[in-house]
Each structure stands twice: as structure tokens, then as C-alpha cells.
């Protein structure tokens, strides 16, 4: 467990920008050694992660979707950034930029929330990974003749929707599929933010 220990005027004075822009005004070390662990502040974590993601020229050149990703001005001092992650839902969860707001490209509280990971992943649309069919649809070729797969992740565990005679059909079928399942997932979440959220995202997923 993470232990705030005051750091000296000096140590403070002595701290670096982040990417050139992050503020680090902790008035404790953010990083510290208890009984030879390291342990780093876990708001700390978050809120560097997000200035690497949006400033740092190796994050960029390896992840081209935080091209033009910033931060707001108040977030790029750690302080705030913590004072409003320390009142929400954060443990075990993760920060994400553009449920609330698709296309969203700036990180700061009117536009982030944490979120469970499994409904991160449910509104991920896999575009780098997806290959030349569409998302959730795969081909198969059997005796000479060929299919098409639809398929859906539904609760971590990839599941058959169907199979096609064409690609058009099967995309379908998985847009169906994601859409029932985006609203079924909406239906368990008790923050109404992110309830509505969620049910935004089916237009998304149809196209809309």
C-alpha cells in the first residue's frame, strides 16, 4: 500500500517537467521504498499515464490514435488531477476519454470517467487489429466453397453468432448482436452518466 511522505522543499525544486508540460506539485513523493518494495502513488500512475499518452513523442509514434490527444490545463497540474480522481469511482477501474464524448481527444473532468475494464473493452472498436473484414466478422472456406463468420464478445468470452453467405449479412448480425449486448451491460451499471453513455454508443455502432 502507497504511503504519502512528505518531500522536502528541495526535492520538490529539484522535480523535472513531464513531456515538458506535466507539473508534478505533490507535496509528497509520489514514489517511494517501504521495506524494499517500491510503490508508486496510484493517482500518480494515472495522471503521468495520460500526459506520456498525449505528449510523449514515443507514445505517439507507437500509438497514432493520441495524435491529437491533449490534456486540459488544470489537469496538467497533478494536484487537481488527483483532488477530482480522489472523488470518483477509480479503484480497479480505468480513465477513459470518449464514452461520455465519442471522438473525444482531450483528457479533464467534464470529459472523463473511470469505467470496469470489461465495458472499456466493450465499446473498443479493435480498428488497428481488425484486418480487411469488418469488426467481428471473419471469413471461412470449406470443400471449396466459402462463409462468413459473425462473432461477439459478450462477458469476456467470444461467441458464434452465425454464419453468412455474405459479408453484409454477417455485419449485420454482429451489430445486432453488440447493440443487444451494449443495452443488456446499460441495464447493470447504477451510475446514470454512464448508463447514458452506453446507450449513445449503440448509434455508433450502427453507423449513425
Given at each position: 500500500?502507497?504511503?504519502?511522505?512528505?518531500?522536502?522543499?528541495?526535492?520538490?525544486?529539484?522535480?523535472?517537467?513531464?513531456?515538458?508540460?506535466?507539473?508534478?506539485?505533490?507535496?509528497?513523493?509520489?514514489?517511494?521504498?517501504?521495506?524494499?518494495?517500491?510503490?508508486?502513488?496510484?493517482?500518480?500512475?494515472?495522471?503521468r499515464g495520460i500526459i506520456y499518452r498525449c505528449y510523449g513523442?514515443?507514445?505517439?509514434?507507437?500509438?497514432p490514435t493520441y495524435t491529437d490527444c491533449t490534456v486540459e490545463?488544470?489537469?496538467?497540474?497533478?494536484?487537481?488531477?488527483?483532488?477530482?480522481?480522489?472523488?470518483?469511482?477509480?479503484?480497479?477501474?480505468?480513465?477513459?476519454?470518449?464514452?461520455?464524448?465519442?471522438?473525444?481527444?482531450?483528457?479533464?473532468?467534464?470529459?472523463?470517467?473511470?469505467?470496469?475494464?470489461?465495458?472499456?473493452?466493450?465499446?473498443?472498436?479493435?480498428?488497428?487489429?481488425?484486418?480487411?473484414?469488418?469488426?467481428?466478422?471473419?471469413?471461412?472456406?470449406?470443400?471449396?466453397?466459402?462463409?462468413?463468420?459473425?462473432?461477439?464478445?459478450?462477458?469476456?468470452?467470444?461467441?458464434?453468432?452465425?454464419?453468412?453467405?455474405?459479408?453484409?449479412?454477417?455485419?449485420?448480425?454482429?451489430?445486432?448482436?453488440?447493440?443487444?449486448?451494449?443495452?443488456k451491460v446499460a441495464g447493470t451499471v447504477t451510475d446514470p452518466?454512464?448508463?447514458?453513455?452506453?446507450?449513445?454508443?449503440?448509434?455508433?455502432?450502427?453507423?449513425?
Open positions: 500500500m502507497f504511503k504519502e511522505i512528505p518531500a522536502s522543499p528541495t526535492r520538490i525544486a529539484k522535480r523535472k517537467l513531464i513531456c515538458g508540460v506535466g507539473v508534478n506539485d505533490a507535496l509528497y513523493q509520489p514514489s517511494i521504498t517501504i521495506k524494499g518494495k517500491y510503490r508508486t502513488c496510484p493517482f500518480y500512475i494515472i495522471w513523442k514515443k507514445t505517439k509514434a507507437n500509438y490545463k488544470s489537469w496538467l497540474y497533478f494536484s487537481n488531477f488527483k483532488k477530482w480522481a480522489s472523488t470518483q469511482n477509480w479503484m480497479g477501474n480505468e480513465l477513459d476519454k470518449d464514452i461520455l464524448i465519442p471522438g473525444n481527444k482531450q483528457y479533464g473532468p467534464n470529459t472523463c470517467l473511470f469505467v470496469p475494464p470489461a465495458i472499456n473493452r466493450l465499446l473498443n472498436k479493435n480498428t488497428k487489429r481488425r484486418g480487411k473484414y469488418p469488426l467481428g466478422v471473419s471469413k471461412i472456406t470449406s470443400h471449396g466453397h466459402s462463409a462468413y463468420h459473425a462473432t461477439c464478445c459478450f462477458f469476456g468470452k467470444q461467441t458464434k453468432i452465425g454464419q453468412f453467405q455474405s459479408i453484409d449479412l454477417a455485419e449485420q448480425a454482429y451489430i445486432k448482436a453488440k447493440c443487444q449486448h451494449i443495452r452518466r454512464l448508463k447514458t453513455a452506453l446507450i449513445s454508443h449503440i448509434a455508433r455502432y450502427n453507423g449513425n
